[in-house]
């Protein structure tokens, strides 16, 4: 087996990093990095390169570098929330040397006593704060890489509004470094700008009567906004169930309406990705905005009606047909371009879809089910049944 020609080297805040990767970058013909590493380490003896914008033409440029010796540094562990998770999905791991340096959120840990495994370790750095709330709850631990030194307070504002206001935030700037330094106080009273170099660590605390948003599928109806043609939160639950989603694996959501089973199948596990297919601005618009409040406004919104808006999209591990199941050759479609493997899950409350599910079934097996909910309600003085509109449901996992 040849040699790694590619090797990270990761960098305390004080230049620190272990007399292996030393060796690694002497023999290094290149050696990539920003401005502040090579600040960091002023003896680099080989061609020094800052980083290109934008900065997905690096792994181009260290393509035609392969078979020279290459170094690339980095902060902390290059594999955490770093460059080198980006470079392991271009190259081979036979390729690359890594000598990681403590991450942030060990260091971070170390400072605030906290047992790394018990806490969430997540980045919104160049990402949306909105995707802390799908952590927020009760006693929760955070530890969160920001993009600058005003995101504390986005951070915040985002605590407040979520009903999270009373708990603390601890901003440990620096770390490993000379100039390091800790500022903490309570998110209701936060007001600082600090360091954009930082790890912010947060104490989870809930206002009283605050809604507890569960990450297990089936959020009360009220979490989102909709227009009244939305997957009821009953047979939302069901549904996801028979979706199955996993950390990593893409959801098609055809015909997403406001969102609802996207944003559940996002949250019930990390990496998740989905893309909802919706003609209707209003309803993308209502997606898009309960996306974000409810902590994945990574949802990939398409304007689009299937079977024609598929061809074009990733192959999915899941497909939920909430609309147009009666399109034209939809479920063969649906079913063609599903991996080996996937699930497929059809919901229908017309006579006319049914039909169409009832077809599949007979046509490919898997399972036919009809759901019935009915919720208590007021009649007259007392108390009777109202029964919502029964969804037939047809789910198959492929061959």
């Known amino acids: 087996m040849n040699a790694p020609w590619l090797t990270l080297i990761g960098l305390g805040e004080d230049g620190s990093f272990s007399a292996a990767a030393q060796t690694a970058l002497d023999e290094a013909n290149i050696v990539y990095g920003s401005n502040r590493h090579f600040e960091l380490v002023p003896g680099v003896s080989g061609e020094k390169r800052l980083w290109p914008s934008p900065l997905s033409k690096v792994f181009e440029d260290l393509a035609a570098l392969k078979g020279r010796s290459v170094a690339v540094l980095a902060t902390g562990d290059p594999q955490w929330y770093g460059i080198g998770s980006s470079l392991a999905r271009y190259f081979q791991s036979s390729e690359m040397a890594v000598f ?60 407040q509004d979520a009903g999270y206001g009373a708990s603390r935030m601890t901003v440990l700037e620096h770390l490993g470094g000379e100039k390091e330094q800790t500022v903490s106080g309570i998110a209701t009273e936060w007001s600082k700008d ?151 899950v059809a919901n229908a409350v017309t006579l006319e879809s049914e039909a169409v599910l009832l077809e599949a079934y007979q046509q490919h097996g898997g399972d036919l089910k009809r759901l019935s909910v009915q919720r208590a309600s007021a009649v007259g003085g007392l108390t009777g049944w109202r029964p919502a509109m029964p969804v037939t449901q047809w789910s198959l996992v492929k061959s």
């Open 100 to 159: 990681p340096a403590p991450s942030a959120f060990q260091l971070a840990a170390a400072r605030l006593g906290w047992a790394v495994q018990e806490c969430e370790c997540l980045s919104v750095h160049g990402r949306p704060v909105d995707r802390l709330r799908c952590h927020l709850y009760p006693g929760a631990r955070l530890l969160v890489l920001t993009s600058n030194g005003h995101a504390p307070r986005d951070v915040a504002k985002l605590l």
């Open 194 to 344: 600090v360091a954009d170099f930082h790890t912010l660590g947060i104490e989870v605390v809930a206002a009283p009567g605050t809604p507890i948003r569960s990450r297990v599928p089936g959020l009360p109806d009220e979490a989102f906004r909709h227009d009244g043609k939305m997957t009821k939160q009953e047979v939302r639950a069901v549904t996801l169930a028979a979706l199955k989603p996993y950390s990593g694996a893409l959801l098609w959501d055809i015909g997403s309406g406001c969102g609802s089973v996207a944003i559940e199948w996002l949250r019930a596990a990390d990496r998740t990705k989905a893309v909802g297919l919706e003609p209707l601005k209003k309803r993308r618009l209502m997606a898009a905005e309960n996306a974000s409040s409810l902590g994945v406004p990574h949802l990939d919104l398409i304007d689009a009606t299937a079977p024609d808006g598929l061809s074009d999209l990733p192959k999915p591990d899941a497909i939920f047909i909430g609309g147009g199941l009666t399109a034209n050759n939809m479920v063969e479609i649906c079913l063609s371009a599903l991996k080996p493997g996937g699930t497929l």
